[in-house]
C-alpha cells in the first residue's frame, strides 16, 4: 500500500504571439516549436499510456494566451505549413545523406517523428486542447488556469481591480474553453502575495501552487513543511515546490537534461548546412534560423559546439529510462523518510515548465513516459496523483498564511522589477488607473462598447509578465520592448477615442482582428470590487 503521493505539474505557457499583419514573424514560431517538440510528444505519451492501460495522474496548467494561440485557425493553418517545411526538408536530409549512415539514420528518425506529429495533428484536425480536453474528461489530467495574460500578480496589487481582472478573466475563459469552472490555478510566475487568495476564493478557484518558501515560512510555520498543502483561512490550498525533486530534473549543473547522451539543444541544422542549401528553409530575409533538427549530443560538460559528437536516439532513450528509474527510486525513498517523520503520507510537487520536455530536453517526454510505466508497474511506495484528487482524498490540513514567494531569481520580485524592465511599470500602473475610470462608464452605442472591450485586452497583454522576464534575460529584447509599447499606445489612444467620443471604427477593427484574445471579455470586469 502507498504510503504518500508524487504530484508531476506541468505550466504549458506561451505569451501571445499572432501577427495577422506580417506574413512571417520568427516570434510565432515559439508556438509552433512548441507544438512539434512539446504538446504532440506529450499528447502522443499519453495516449500510449492509456492505450496500455496504465491510469496516470498529471496535472498541467494551460494559460490562456497558449489555449487561444493553439484554437485559433490562423496559427493553425500556419502551423500546417511550418510541419510541411519540416517534412520537406527533412526528406531532403534523407536524401541528402544517402552515403552518410549515421546521419541518414538521425534524418530518418526525424522523418519519422514529423510523420508521427503529422498523424496525431490531422487525427485531432489541428485541435490540440481537445485532445488535451479528452484526458481531463476521464480524470487522468487536471488542467488548471493562470491569470489571463500571465501578469505578474503582486506588482500590480496596488490596483487589486486589475489583480481580479487577471484571475477572472482567465476562470471565464477557461470555463468557455473546458466546459466547466477551474479547480487550481498555476499564480504567474508562482509569486503570491499575502491577500491574493481571497480573490482566489471568490473567483471559486480551489488551490494553487507557491515556491517552496512561500508555505516553509508560512505562519504558523507548517508542521509537515512543504510535504502537504495548507490551507489559508478562505479555504484555498497552496501546494509549495518540493526542491530536491526539482533540481534533479531542472538543474543545468546537476539535472538530468545535461548528460552527455542527450542531444544538443544548440547546435541546429539551420545554423550548420550550406547556405544556398537551407535557404529556402530559414527566415524570408536570409537570416538563419533553427529549424529543430539537430544531429548532435552533448557529449561533455565544457566542450565547444565543433567538439560535440553525433547523436544516437537509442541511447538516449536508454538513459532516458535509467533517469526515470533514478527518479523514481529517490523519490521512494524520500516519502519513506518523510512518512517517518510525519505519520502521515507525504505529497511530493513537482512542478516543471512545460516546454522543458521535449522543447528544451529532447528526451523529456520519453523520461516521463518511463516514469509512470515504472511507477505503476515497479514500485508500490508511492501513488502517482493529480493534486484535484489529492485534496478529494486528503480534505483535512493545517490552516496558515503563505509568505510573499516566486520562483524566480532569489524567490521574490526582481526579476521582473529591475533595471532592465523598471520602465515598463508606470505606464502600465497609469493603463490600469484608466481602464478602473473606463470601468464605469455605459457604453453610448455597440461601437463604444467594442471599444471599451478592446481597451480590456490591451491593458491584459500590455501586463504579460514574458515581457519583464525577456527584458531580463536579454534576448528577444527589441520584440518584448515593441510588444509593451505597442499595446499601452493602442490602450491610450482608445481611452482618448472613448473620452472624446470619437472612435476610429476603421482602425478599431483592425487592432480587434490582431488582438483578438478573449472574445468574450466584457472591460466591467474592472469595476471597483
Known sequence: MAI?????????????????????????????????????????????????????????????????????????????????????????????????????????HYASEFNKARQLWERYD??????????????????????????????????????WAQIQVACEHYEQTFGRAPRGIWLPECAYYEGLERMLADAGLRYFLTDGHGILYARPRPRFGSYAPIFTET???????????????????????????YREFYKDLGWEADYEYIKPYIMPNGQRKNTGIKYHKITGRGLGLSDKALYDPYWAREKAAEHAGNFMYNRERQVEHLHDIMHRPPIIVSPYDAELFGHWWYEGPWFIDYLFRKSWYDQGTYQMTHLADYLVANPTQQICQPSQSSWGYKGFHEYWLNETNAW???????????????????????????????????????????????MRTGTMVPYAVRRTRSHLMRFNKLYEDINIGKIDSGWLEKVESMDNIFPKVNYRVYRPL
Not at 484608466?434 to 452605442?445: F, G, H, K
Open 424 to 470: 515598463i511599470y508606470p505606464h502600465l500602473h497609469k493603463a490600469a488607473e484608466r481602464m478602473i475610470e473606463l470601468s464605469r462608464r455605459e457604453p453610448a452605442d455597440e461601437l463604444e462598447w467594442r471599444a471599451l472591450n478592446q481597451a480590456a485586452r490591451e491593458v491584459l497583454l500590455a501586463q504579460s509578465s514574458d515581457w519583464a522576464f525577456i
Open 4 to 108: 504518500g503521493y508524487v504530484a508531476l505539474v506541468l505550466h504549458a505557457h506561451l505569451p501571445f504571439v499572432r501577427h495577422p499583419e506580417s506574413d512571417y514573424v520568427l516570434e510565432e514560431e515559439w508556438l509552433y516549436e512548441a507544438i512539434t517538440e512539446t504538446y504532440i510528444p506529450l499528447l502522443q505519451v499519453f495516449e500510449g499510456l492509456k492505450q496500455d492501460g496504465i491510469d496516470f495522474k498529471i496535472t498541467m496548467s494551460m494559460t490562456p494566451p497558449l489555449v487561444s494561440m493553439l484554437q485559433d485557425p490562423l496559427l493553425q493553418e500556419r502551423y500546417d505549413h511550418h510541419l510541411a517545411m519540416l517534412e520537406e526538408l527533412v526528406e531532403l536530409e534523407v536524401e541528402h545523406n544517402a552515403q552518410n549512415g549515421h546521419i541518414r539514420y538521425l534524418a530518418e
Open 235 to 261: 479555504g484555498v490550498a497552496a501546494f509549495g515546490r518540493d526542491h530536491e525533486s526539482s533540481q534533479q530534473v531542472w538543474s543545468s549543473e546537476v539535472g538530468y537534461p545535461g548528460a552527455a547522451e
Open 126 to 163: 489541428g485541435d490540440l486542447v481537445t485532445a488535451f480536453k479528452q484526458f481531463q474528461d476521464s480524470n487522468n489530467l487536471e488542467i488548471i488556469t493562470c491569470g489571463a495574460t500571465h501578469g505578474y500578480l503582486p506588482l500590480m496589487k496596488m490596483y487589486p481591480q486589475a489583480v
